[in-house]
């Protein structure tokens, strides 16, 4: 498949990509009071079941955010409702002060600086590793005509820049289905950082990794808080003790918990419902 091809496939996907659609327009969140996220009184109920019950939840700018909870606590449904796939029955939704995120759609969220890793890796295996950062950032339409002309050395740089920040730089020439599962997902970071998001969703980023590979990706979320806001969705304890300062415990579509990682895991209802198991 040519890169154009790829393109094409990247434009049809429905989800990891929506940014690719988007339209021209940007909205970027108006960070200036120093919150991120405003996930007030949020209920989203499927066939009358409460996936969310009234959910508030705020995150700061810069923020690394762990959500935990046990299975059906509502992690991925709140996940869904700030990327526009849920529409909540109540409740209102902000990205900075000025994006009413429950007026958007989808690809207008993406475009609002809003990007979302899911938990399966979804890169070009027949591509290279700089071709997949490249068609990323094919994204932005502007570059569009790149992919059958050339880049830029502003946009080599960005490639390059980001293919530091995800450890890639001496894989650029490898083809991506041939890294490991590991590597697939910190290319995939690298695709939605090309899009550079102000928020940017994790899902279970460590499922299946190797230890060494679990430690570097801490690194890498680390790395990219501060500049950026990172939610992670994960279950491993000792990964969200490795990345937190603030870890938020869903339980029944609403927040349990919130604090340190050591004063959620010394919470004694938290231990009942979800660590103790
Ligand atoms: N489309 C849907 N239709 C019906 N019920 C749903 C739907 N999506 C989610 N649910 C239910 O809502 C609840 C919350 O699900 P959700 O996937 O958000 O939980 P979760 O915390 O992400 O769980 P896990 O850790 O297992 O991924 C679950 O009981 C789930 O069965």
Known sequence: MNLASS???????ERVFEFVNRPPQSTRADLSHGTILYLEDITVSFDGFRALNALTLYVDTGELRCIIGPNGAGKTTMMDVITGKTRP???????????????????????????????KPTVFGEHSVFENLELAMAGDKSVWSTLVARLSSEQRDRIAETLALVGLSTEQDRDAGSLSHGQKQWLEIGMLLMQDPQLLLVDEPVAGMTPQEVERTAELLVSLAGKRSVVVVEHDM???RSIARKVTVLHEGRVLAEGSIDECQNNREVVEVYLGA
């Open 7 to 13: 393109l094409r496939t990247l434009t049809d996907r």
């Open 89 to 119: 029955d109540t409740g209102s939704a902000w990205f900075g002060q000025n994006v009413d995120l429950l007026r958007l759609s989808e690809p207008e969220i993406a475009e609002a600086g809003i990007g979302r890793k899911f938990q």
């Open 238 to 240: 000792e990964f969200v």
